[in-house]
Each structure stands twice: as structure tokens, then as C-alpha cells.
Nanobody, 130 residues
Framework: QLQLVESGGGLVQPGKSLRLSCLVSGFTIDYYGIGWFRQAPGKEREGVSCIDTYRGTSNYADSVKGRFAVSGDNSKNTVYLEMNNLKPEDTGVYYC???????????????????????WGQGIQVTVSS
């Protein structure tokens, strides 16, 4: 059974950092591309970042480039999203999702959307506020 579980969210002040984790079970992360998405209140879900540990590639949305860093630990079957210099506009529910490796989803910009992602976590709230 495929399952993705996010953790590490919470309330943080602007300029601070937070690290999200996506624990994957039922498959090894190098068989899939893992993406991070977020949805702010009243807005559509948007792609933030992705990682393909098999190909050794990653990608970022322009809005987070230089501030966020994605990484994967195959031994723990976990993908991380390190978020630095957080801004109020980073507030939202963050999701991790998996795409079949054959689709090479991480070769596309995260802004391209989530149509390649078939398995989703339940989401976790991140709030950036003073």
C-alpha cells in the first residue's frame, strides 16, 4: 500500500526556517519522483519543488528558488523540504506527492502543475506570521 505522510509543519515567524519531511511507505523513493505542492486559502494548489533521487535531479518554483532546498534520504525513504527565509506568502497547506519515475516529472518546472502525480499525502499546515 502506497502512503506518504508529511510532518514538520507549524507556525513560524517571517525570516525563520522550517523543515518538512515526507515519509514514504510501500515503495522506495527512487522508483518515483517526489514533488512538494502547497495551497494557500482561496488559491489553487501550486508546485513548489520536486526531486528525482534516481536521476539525481531537483527543481524549484521561481517563488522559492534560493530559499528552499529539497533532498532525499533513500535509507530512510524520506524526502525533505528545507524552507529558509520564510515569508507570509509561503503560508498554506503543504503536500508531498509521487509520480511514476517513467514520467520524469521532475524534469518539468513545478509551475507546470500536478497532473503527473498520482499519490498524495494528507497535507500539513505551514503558517508564516509575526
Amino acid at each position: 500500500q502506497l502512503q506518504l505522510v508529511e510532518s514538520g509543519g507549524g507556525l513560524v515567524q517571517p525570516g525563520k526556517s522550517l523543515r518538512l519531511s515526507c515519509l514514504v511507505s510501500g515503495f522506495t523513493i527512487d522508483y518515483y519522483g517526489i514533488g512538494w505542492f502547497r495551497q494557500a486559502p482561496g488559491k489553487e494548489r501550486e508546485g513548489v519543488s520536486c526531486i528525482d533521487t534516481y536521476r539525481g535531479t531537483s527543481n524549484y518554483a521561481d517563488s522559492v528558488k534560493g530559499r528552499f532546498a529539497v533532498s532525499g534520504d533513500n535509507s530512510k525513504n524520506t524526502v525533505y523540504l528545507e524552507m529558509n527565509n520564510l515569508k507570509p506568502e509561503d503560508t498554506g497547506v503543504y503536500y508531498c506527492a509521487a509520480a511514476f519515475r517513467s514520467e520524469n516529472a521532475c524534469s518539468r518546472r513545478p509551475e507546470a502543475g500536478d497532473s503527473n502525480y498520482y499519490y498524495w499525502g494528507q497535507g500539513i499546515q505551514v503558517t508564516v506570521s509575526s
